[in-house]
Structure formats: C-alpha cells, structure tokens
C-alpha cells in the first residue's frame, strides 16, 4: 500500500489562488495515476482532475482552463495548482491514486488522503 497526505488548503477569497500538494509513501508511486477529488457538503464526490503515469492530463469541465494538475516523480509528490478560485470551489479536496491507468470515477481509486479544506469566499 501507498500512503497519501494532502496539504495546501485554507480559506482564499474569489479570484485567488492556492496550490495543493499530495504527498505519497512507496516506490511504485511513478507508475501510479493520481487524481484530485473533491466533495462539498450535502454532495457525492466528484472528480477534478487525474494525472496517469505516463502524464497524460484529465479536467472536469467545471475546472478546466482553471486547475492545473502536476506531478514530481522525483519528489514522490503530486499538485493541484488551482487559480481564479470561485466559491463553487469550496470542498475538501481528495488526493486519489491506483496502479494502473487513471480514471473519473471514484471506486477506481485504491488509496486516499485525508482530504484538506479549500474555501473560497465571495
């Protein structure tokens, strides 16, 4: 197994930005693909953006133009820079990751972080 930390998150007012880092734990983590969920209160989670091994990108299209989604092998670290925040932005957001080739949906996903809050204010 793999271990995923997010860190990042705090309250931003509309139009800012924040950069959201997920740390993970094993060797194998360059051949993972890692993702971004979030969930807001009263709502499923839902995706945001995954990044495969090989690099190749996937947006939501609520995000794209807006969140960029990185990775650094060499750091076993993956990144959600998120700019032009707007308050529908608000949710925890999830670092996600699996062994094979990435995905949009949720139950794809073996390991999770812990989530870290993101608001943004109007």
């Known amino acids: 197994q793999v271990q995923l930390v997010e860190s990042g998150g705090g309250l931003v007012q509309a139009g800012g930005s924040l950069r959201l880092s997920c740390a993970a734990s094993g060797r194998t983590f360059s051949n993972y693909a890692m993702a971004w969920f979030r969930q807001a209160p009263g709502k499923e989670r839902e995706f945001v953006a995954a990044?495969?091994?090989?690099?190749?990108?996937y947006y939501s299209d609520s995000v794209k133009g807006r969140f960029t989604i990185s990775r650094d092998n060499a750091k076993n670290t993956v990144y959600l820079q998120m700019n032009n925040l707007k308050p529908e932005d608000t949710a925890v957001y999830y670092c996600?990751?699996?062994?094979?080739?990435?995905?949009?949906?949720?139950?794809?996903?073996?390991?999770w972080g812990q989530g870290t809050q993101v608001t943004v204010s109007s």
């Open positions: 990044i495969s091994w090989s690099d190749s990108t």
């Open positions: 996600a990751g699996r062994p094979g080739p990435s995905g949009i949906r949720v139950g794809l996903y073996d390991y």
